[in-house]
């Protein structure tokens, strides 16, 4: 598979980069290197796929939602259910290999930045299985809306840092991470949670997750014949749709659509619309498209999707957007909310916050496509983790 390769100094065209602290650069060449060793190595590759297959139970189904396909009335529209990997999202797939390779770099402690919980359950998940201590550090107010999934990080062994600084979400909980990694390089791995962050790590986490991608690709020919014409999922920092999109890029006639948060409108000024609302600039290491005031200074995100409130993007995603190859769509919290409902109601899946800003695209893309073509929206997490968060939205009791 060939993919957008950034050059050597880690750079999507104008976007990406190393933007750190002379302490993390050893470290980040450390894991360009071994990465590098790593898939060339037959055994390596070989060890991630078992685990993909037998422990995070790859591959996702791709699944033809009728119901919500006759709803709408035009284009067949698919889902590809990553929802159904083990800890109920996609990030599993990111954690296995970032732990198989930090146990091949001698590595024996790993931390992780977490915003809706779902990559602090992975990272510690396969800190348990690999049976290496683990660190998350998560904002004080994610863990308010996101308490099942802090029991269960718990649960799993992991110790819990709450930040408490700033808007106590994802951006502060990744610069801790990143503090505190500064501070013990020579035993520590980060295992950082989307497809953003200083070079190699925008190129690996893609890679790791291009098997969402690769998967599809093969059902998609398999069931329906062909490519599909259009393919919808959400974003933060990036992870779930650069992996979806992966194998696609080469494709013009497979049109791409990334849905952010729009969170309580662009005018008001609380979203994460890094596309949208931002401009060129540097966050946590790398540059890209960033919420950011006429100083330059980094503005807070909102979202009621705990996994999208982030203040920038993958720069992949912003090399994609200033290039065109893929169209970037805002979407609000009560669309967010209306497309959980229509999904529950219409299939009988929950899916969670961060992936119904996708479903919630439809609304706009399938009335205008026609019948025999065809949308695949990646389902990218289930939505047990959001359920006080929407019924609090909704004014109901749990």
Request: charged share 20%; hydrophobic share 40%.
């Amino acid at each position: 598979m060939s993919y957008i390769q950034p050059d050597a100094a880690g750079h999507f065209g104008p976007f990406g980069g190393v933007y750190v602290p002379e302490t993390l650069i050893t470290p980040l060449r450390e894991i360009e290197a071994a990465y590098s060793e790593a898939k060339a190595d037959p055994e390596f590759i070989h060890e991630l796929d078992w685990h993909f297959a037998h422990y995070v139970g790859r591959p996702s189904p791709l699944y033809h939602a009728r119901r919500m396909s006759a709803h709408y009335g035009g284009p067949d529209i698919y889902f590809k259910r990553d929802e159904l990997n083990h800890t109920g999202a996609h990030k599993v797939n990111n954690c296995i290999g970032q732990v198989l390779l930090a146990r091949r770099m001698g590595k024996n402690h790993l931390i992780a930045e977490t915003g809706a919980g779902q990559h602090g359950v992975a990272t510690a998940t396969v800190a348990a299985l690999f049976g290496m201590p683990c660190t998350v550090f998560m904002g004080a107010k994610d863990m308010q809306r996101q308490q099942p999934n802090v029991f269960r990080m718990r649960l799993l062994g992991a110790e819990i840092r709450a930040v408490e600084n700033g808007n106590k979400t994802l951006k502060e909980a990744m610069n801790e991470a990143l503090r505190e990694w500064a501070n013990r390089i020579e035993d520590t791995f980060y295992v950082l949670g989307t497809a953003a962050g200083p070079h190699p790590y925008p190129m690996l986490v893609r890679d790791l997750q291009s098997v969402i991608g690769r998967e599809l690709k093969e059902q998609f020919a398999q069931q329906h014949g062909g490519l599909p014409d259009a393919l919808i999922a959400c974003i933060g920092g990036g992870s779930n749709a650069i992996g979806m999109f992966s194998a696609f890029i080469e494709h013009p006639e497979v049109a791409l659509y990334a849905c952010e948060a729009a969170g309580k409108g662009i005018d008001s000024g609380e979203h994460a619309a890094s596309i949208s609302a931002g401009k060129t600039g540097v966050v946590h290491g790398f540059k890209s498209m960033v919420l950011q005031d006429e100083e330059g200074q980094i503005l807070e995100a909102h979202s009621i999707s705990a996994g999208l409130d982030y203040p920038g993007i993958g720069p992949e995603h912003a090399y994609l957007h200033s290039t065109g190859r893929a169209n970037y769509a805002p979407i609000d919290d009560n669309q967010a909310l209306d497309a959980v409902q229509r999904c529950a109601r219409l299939e009988g899946i929950i899916p969670a916050l961060e992936p119904a800003h996708a479903l919630a695209h439809l609304e706009t893309l399938a009335p205008a496509m026609r019948k025999g073509q065809s949308i695949v929206v990646n389902i990218c997490g289930r939505g047990d983790k959001d359920l006080y968060t929407i019924a609090d939205a909704l004014g109901q009791e749990t």
